[in-house]
């Protein structure tokens, strides 16, 4: 699987637009980039995925370089419960692996 | 809350002991996943059955063993205990087992073995 590389930490001000960098430059065109978020020692939370188009849900934008080597999730209104190590996976939609390999993650701290 | 259920949340046992991890995946998940969280370690995928069927196996030790049941819950036995296996451990669930379908994590049982 294609490694990424994220930031160990980042702050934000509730309210404001977190924007959450993650390099995979050695993803293949097989691959999705996915996002999940823990907070504190609760199950790992799926925020969003994608494949080469940016996408958005209630949660999160995701926006995919044209190269696909990095990506951004947005958060577009921080609150103080967004606070959680967030992950950043590449994921093969072939062969029999598909399981998520979990990196270090950013652990994002929502400020007051 | 995500669908999945995961049982017990606690657990406390001595080393050598067996104890057995319950999962039952949301309704309608086929594909269970088993992932163990240490604070060394980080979050490590370990097993992944689909219907019934054993399809990928990560880092998971001899010692730990896990089944899929016709009803789609499934077990996770870890026997002759270790300090070192004091961990969270995760199940996830997804339809399919597809890549393009996101894997819903439970809430965890957390291991502690004295």
């Known amino acids: 699987d294609a490694k990424t590389t994220q930031p160990p930490s980042m702050d934000c001000a509730e309210g404001r637009a977190a924007n959450l960098p993650c390099n995979h430059s050695?993803?293949?065109?097989?691959?999705?980039v996915y996002w999940y978020r823990q907070i504190h020692s609760q199950g790992p939370q799926y925020i969003i995925h994608g494949l080469k188009n940016n996408e958005t849900n209630e949660m999160a934008s995701l926006i995919i370089t044209e190269d696909r080597k990095s990506s951004t999730l947005i958060l577009p209104h921080a609150t103080l419960r967004d606070t959680a190590v967030y992950y950043c996976i590449v994921r093969p939609f072939s062969g029999s692996a598909r399981q998520l390999t979990f990196g270090s993650g950013t652990q994002l701290t929502v400020l007051p | 809350d995500s669908g999945v259920t995961q049982t017990p949340k606690h657990l406390i046992t001595a080393t050598g002991q067996r104890v057995t991890l319950r999962c039952s995946p949301r309704?309608?998940?086929?594909?269970v996943y088993w992932y163990q969280q240490s604070l060394d370690q980080g979050l490590q995928f370990l097993i992944q059955?689909?219907?019934?069927?054993?399809?990928a196996k990560g880092n998971i030790l001899e010692r730990f063993s896990a089944q899929q049941f016709p009803d789609l819950h499934s077990e996770l036995n870890l026997s002759s205990l270790e300090l070192g296996d004091s961990a969270l451990y995760f199940c996830?669930?997804?339809?399919?087992?597809?890549?393009?379908?996101?894997?819903?994590f439970g809430d965890g049982t957390r291991l502690s073995i004295l």
């Open positions: 996830a669930s997804s339809p399919s087992g597809g890549s393009g379908q996101p894997q819903h």
């Open positions: 050695t993803i293949s065109g097989n691959e999705y």
């Open positions: 309704s309608g998940d086929l594909s």
């Open positions: 059955y689909y219907n019934g069927e054993e399809r």
